[in-house]
């Protein structure tokens, strides 16, 4: 069974602030996916990242996939209230389906 | 608005009971996946179909189905219903086999 862990759980952190969230696997994966979910809302695709040591900017947020491809970190700089969420990541294997991380819930107060 | 539409939106109902839960994909998308989120378990994968067929199977009891229309939508079976299957159920669809998801708003569902 494909397991990814995500740190920390919890992170709260005042707006200006820098911080990066983990994801991490003892399996490979085709491809990684990074979501962020609002409260009572679906989680909404954010990148993907499929070719190991691969780096994606989407403006203040840096995404990195791990040369192995079994793991990921996602940087996010100056960290502003609109960024609170419920940061997920997910694996997508051989079979299409993706494998999900239990989430980082980021907090970010101004 | 990611395009998949799920209803309903909010579904209260009593154990051992039956409900079905349906789901309209993005428009041209193939695959539908269907996730059970709880809160000590996080995002539960449950059964994908792709154009209509099962195309892999993650941790759905039996006490659940699911199925895909030719019209591409989807429906989820839940019966004989526990308190412990209260949980936000999402749909999502993608283009073909990839990966990349979209998801719908979910459907709350509370056993009382």
């Known amino acids: 069974t494909q397991l990814l862990e995500q740190s920390p759980q919890f992170l709260s952190i005042q707006e200006g602030e820098n911080l990066t969230v983990y994801c991490n696997s003892s399996?490979?994966?085709?491809?990684l996916q990074w979501y962020r979910q609002e409260p009572g809302e679906g989680p909404v695709l954010l990148v993907t990242?499929?070719?190991?040591?691969e780096v994606k900017k989407l403006k203040r947020l840096t995404f990195q996939f791990g040369d192995a491809r079994k793991d990921s970190s996602l940087h996010i700089t100056a960290a502003q209230p609109g960024d609170t969420g419920l940061y997920l990541c997910a694996g997508g294997g051989s079979n299409y389906k993706l494998t999900f991380g239990k989430g980082t819930l980021l907090t970010v107060n101004p | 608005d990611s395009g998949v539409t799920q209803t309903p939106k909010h579904l209260i109902t009593a154990t051992g009971q039956r409900v079905t839960l349906r789901c309209s994909p993005r428009?041209?998308?193939?695959?539908v996946y269907w996730y059970q989120q709880s809160l000590d378990q996080g995002l539960q994968f449950l059964i994908q179909?792709?154009?209509?067929?099962?195309?892999a199977k993650g941790n759905i009891l039996e006490r659940f189905s699911a199925q895909q229309f030719p019209d591409l939508h989807s429906e989820l079976n839940l019966s004989s219903l526990e308190l412990g299957d209260s949980a936000l159920y999402f749909c999502?669809?993608?283009?073909?086999?990839?990966?990349?998801?979209?998801f719908g708003q979910g459907t709350r569902l509370t056993v009382v």
């Open positions: 990242v499929v070719t190991g040591g």
């Open positions: 428009s041209g998308d193939l695959s």
């Open positions: 399996s490979v994966f085709s491809s």
């Open positions: 179909y792709y154009n209509g067929e099962e195309r």
């Open positions: 999502a669809s993608s283009v073909g086999g990839k990966t990349e998801a979209f």
